[in-house]
């Protein structure tokens, strides 16, 4: 068995279009090699600075992510691997083991799909798009035609509610 603890440069676009591993950032490695059987079993962490934008209002968000890696490398000359297309295969290949395509897959796989820079972040306003985080009362007078006309319909009522009391109380004199 070995062990590998290392800082090595994190790979580039690692992650989706709102959210991923910093690019160029420092990967933690915290590594285990087992020699087995079939090929070489890697378990053990990577931790990696995750940077993206909120899905809602934009803002930046930051943090660290630890990634739990457990793969088992074949042998090339194994022959004691599922032979099901849907499971991916890793290979020692000369005596080496790409690990990329096994962080690639652990960080991916944990990303939020809808970032958001707090479980209850109010978004943008989709009127003028300023963020509701800072004011969360922030709101617009209505401009809609059809509500204005509404809101004119709902006038000549009141007045002509209004006149009919006038008339009403006329007659009674
Ligand atoms: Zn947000
Ligand atoms: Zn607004």
């Known amino acids: 068995m070995q062990t590998l603890n290392e800082q090595v440069p994190a790979p580039t676009d690692v992650g989706n279009a709102l959210i991923g591993i910093r690019g160029g950032s420092e990967l933690d490695l915290d590594l285990r090699f087992e020699s087995v059987h079939e090929g070489i079993l890697v378990s053990g962490t ?7 934008d909120c899905g809602r209002c934009l803002e930046a968000i930051e943090y660290d992510f630890e990634a739990d ?15 099901d297309d849907d499971v991916d295969q890793y290979w020692v290949v000369d005596d080496l083991i790409d690990i990329d395509p096994v962080l690639r897959s652990a960080v991916v796989t944990a990303l939020p799909f809808q970032p958001v820079c707090k479980d209850d972040c109010l978004g943008l306003c989709s009127e003028c798009g300023i963020s509701l ?12 035609p059809r509500w204005a006309a509404l809101a004119q319909l709902s006038d000549t009522a009141a007045s002509d509610a209004a006149n009919n009391k006038t008339s009403f109380m006329r007659e009674e004199k």
């Not at 990577?46 to 993206?52: E, L």
């Open 133 to 144: 985080n800072d004011d969360p009362e922030h709101q617009h007078e209505i401009l809609d």
């Open 46 to 52: 990577a931790t990696a600075q995750i940077a993206g």
């Open 69 to 83: 890696i457990q793969e088992l490398f074949y042998y090339e000359e194994s022959e004691e691997f599922e032979d």
